[in-house]
């Protein structure tokens, strides 16, 4: 195998579960939208994120998701927590474990982060059709 069938190959199965992760719609969305500028970002997220981490089976995809909601209320990145709520459904993740998520990054990482997180947890929730 060469190395570029190699990173091919790699590149195959991170779009794949990327897809089944956050959506088929919203992948090919990101992708469609990537300027020549930014191209290279979305193939290494693609490969290396959901290709080498996302399929190493160490973790389920449920754990991952509730590791990536505490992180990225830690980093406070709005918009990547709210496509991870909807991964993190898809991943078979409940809205109480959401809450509960989001209640020890209150601890652990700040009121301030976990208020914002919840808010955008709670429109994500509610726009999947849960009663919260």
Not at 50 to 59: E, F, I, K, P, R
Not at 104 to 120: K, W
Request: aromatic content about 6%; glycine content about 6%.
């Amino acid at each position: 195998m060469t190395d570029d069938t190699t990173h091919r190959a790699t590149y195959d199965d991170g779009l794949r579960v990327r897809k089944e992760v956050l959506g088929a719609d919203h992948v090919e969305r990101s992708l469609a939208q990537a300027s020549e500028f930014s191209r290279p970002i979305q193939e290494l997220v693609t490969e290396y994120c959901w290709g080498v981490v996302w399929t190493d089976d160490a973790l389920d995809r449920k754990s991952r998701s509730l590791i990536n909601l505490a992180m990225l209320t830690a980093l406070n990145r709005s918009h990547e927590l709210s496509v991870h709520v909807k991964g993190a459904l898809n991943n078979g993740v409940t809205p109480a474990e959401i809450q509960a998520v989001l209640m020890q990054t209150a601890i652990y990482v700040g009121v301030p982060a976990a208020l914002e997180s919840f808010r955008i947890a709670e429109k994500v929730l509610k726009e999947q059709g849960h009663d919260v």
